[in-house]
């Protein structure tokens, strides 16, 4: 019984650390944003008049832009992975788990 019970706890271990990864790649990409922003803020009140520093502009579009693009790449990738029209083998690297039971259950 003791077994049971541990393997529903390392399940949501699993899950809570997969959780927790997304949440920390979306606090540090918002964080990225939010560093653009204030860059581009800082070159506008700064430094815009006299058209010094031009630098930071696309530096911070750079820095801006970057997460947004980088997480509707993730979302489009993973709405098109979804559709059951495309076949996946068996075992892939992708797919370790499938891949070492493969390995090991086929004879030399």
Wanted: proline share 6%.
């Amino acid at each position: 019984m003791g077994s049971e019970e541990d393997k529903i706890l390392e399940s949501k271990m699993k899950g809570s650390k997969k959780t927790m990864n997304a949440f920390m790649a979306c606090l540090w990409s918002f964080l990225v944003s939010l560093g653009g922003g204030l860059l581009l803020a800082w070159w506008e009140y700064q430094y815009h008049p006299t058209n010094r520093q031009l630098w930071m502009v696309p530096f911070g579009l750079i820095l801006f832009f970057t997460p947004l693009i980088v997480w509707f790449a993730i979302f489009v990738s993973d709405i098109f992975s979804l559709t059951p029209d495309v076949t996946q083998p068996a075992a892939s690297i992708h797919h370790l788990e499938k891949l070492s039971k493969q390995v090991i259950s086929t004879p030399c």
